[in-house]
T-cell receptor, first 114, second 111 residues
Framework: KAGVTQTPRYLIKTRGQQVTLSCSPISGHRSVSWYQQTPGQGLQFLFEYFSETQRNKGNFPGRFSGRQFSNSRSEMNVSTLELGDSALYLC?????????????FGPGTRLTVL | AQSVTQPDIHITVSEGASLELRCNYSYGATPYLFWYVQSPGQGLQLLLKYFSGDTLVQGIKGFEAEFKRSQSSFNLRKPSVHWSDAAEYFCAVGQGNQFYFGTGTSLTVIP
């Protein structure tokens, strides 16, 4: 099976712009989670989607949003970019059978805000 | 609230030496435990996981981890480290569809 894919891999934006990142989960996986990774804060949970519904949300401002499509692909959007949004954004997918679950990660999108 | 602690921010070992990375968790029920590895600029790769059963778990790349309920620990070990093991290692606790990650341990391997 193909792994989790994320596009684009690298992105450079300026302050005030908005950005959309895309994630395609492993085939058959219906749960998609997003994380922000920075050197100072480590991995921080953004949100998780399952069957097109947001089930969990981390402690991020409303500028961060996401959605999931019927094919389980997911996008996250960051509006009004700030310098502090520069980070590696990781997407992870899982099957979610209701029991123990394992998350599989994509390679990430490196966002640089200038 | 669930939490994961990796006490060692950075560890340096010589190639061929043994390795142990520590992980402690705080969780009320039986946890689902994971170790991931991240190479620079890459995503996280699953090394091993523990759901139940044998408390000594074998993973990829020669890694193993032992779940000790009495110590709330899930330490990662490798008998002989290779230069290619240099990376960032993350311990995680899973609760249903939510995961909690430690802050990571950076491993440097000296030739």
């Amino acid at each position: 099976k193909a792994g989790v894919t994320q596009t684009p891999r690298y992105l450079i934006k300026t302050r005030g712009q908005q950005v959309t990142l895309s994630c395609s989960p492993i085939s058959g996986h219906r749960s998609v989670s997003w994380y922000q990774q920075t050197p100072g804060q480590g991995l921080q949970f953004l949100f998780e989607y399952f069957s097109e519904t947001q089930r969990n949300k981390g402690n991020f401002p409303g500028r961060f949003s996401g959605r999931q499509f019927s094919n389980s692909r997911s996008e996250m959007n960051v509006s009004t970019l700030e310098l502090g949004d520069s980070a590696l954004y990781l997407c992870a997918s899982s099957f979610w059978s209701g029991g123990p679950d394992t998350q599989y990660f994509g390679p990430g999108t490196r966002l640089t805000v200038l | 609230a669930q939490s994961v602690t990796q006490p060692d921010i950075h560890i340096t070992v010589s190639e061929g030496a043994s390795l142990e990375l520590r992980c402690n968790y705080s969780y009320g029920a039986t946890p689902y435990l994971f170790w991931y590895v991240q190479s620079p600029g890459q995503g996280l790769q699953l090394l091993l996981k523990y759901f139940s059963g044998d408390t000594l778990v074998q993973g990829i790349k020669g890694f193993e981890a032992e779940f000790k309920r009495s110590q709330s620990s899930f330490n990662l070990r490798k008998p002989s480290v290779h230069w290619s093991d240099a990376a960032e290692y993350f311990c995680a606790v899973g609760q249903g569809n939510q995961f909690y990650f430690g802050t990571g341990t950076s491993l440097t391997v000296i030739p």
